[in-house]
């Protein structure tokens, strides 16, 4: 709220109970912020997403299935807003294969050789790969909300 000058602070439950939308309003510039924090789900808080996922890399105690449409929240929360001028979109990004981030893809990985010229096999952090993909849709999610 500090950064835009937001005076109206508000949370709010929802009826089901399933998540909490938390409000910064009167800002600067006609800008509002919202966070939605999803109640008992992990960190992959997507609608039917099982909480034992194949990027799953820690078990939350509790954890439940997302009955959440978070990628619903997110494009009301984006498309309530409008620009005043047409948008300079950038070129288009390369098409990711849908198992490119494949479990099994990611078991293991060749690493540089090593001085005497042989390779060396070590594993690969599936929440990295995971990470990657996640912050490859949020910053898709933050473009789109700036058009």
Same mark, same amino acid.
Request: charged share 20%; hydrophobic share 35%; glycine share 6%.
């Given at each position: ?11 709010? &439950? ?23 924090? &999803? ?9 039917? &997403?099982? &909480? ?13 299935? $997302? ?29 990711? $294969? ?50």
């Amino acid at each position: 709220g500090d950064i835009n000058q937001c005076t109206a602070n508000r949370s709010s &439950v929802t009826d089901s109970g399933l998540y909490a939308t938390h409000t910064l309003s009167n800002c600067t510039n006609d800008t509002r912020v919202e966070t939605v924090e &999803v109640y008992n789900v992990g960190h992959f808080p997507y609608l039917g &997403v099982p &909480v034992d996922n194949q990027w799953t890399t820690m078990q939350y105690p509790g954890a439940i299935t $997302p009955e959440v449409d978070t990628t619903l929240l997110s494009w009301e929360f984006c498309s309530s807003f409008a620009s005043d001028i047409e948008p300079t979109l950038p070129l288009p990004v390369e098409i990711i $294969p849908a198992d490119m981030y494949d479990a099994v893809d990611l078991e293991t990985k060749m690493s540089p050789e090593k001085e005497d010229g042989g390779g060396k096999e070590e594993e690969t952090d599936p929440a990295s790969s995971a990470f990657v993909l996640l912050s490859t849709v949020f910053r898709y999610l933050a473009f789109a909300c700036s058009l």
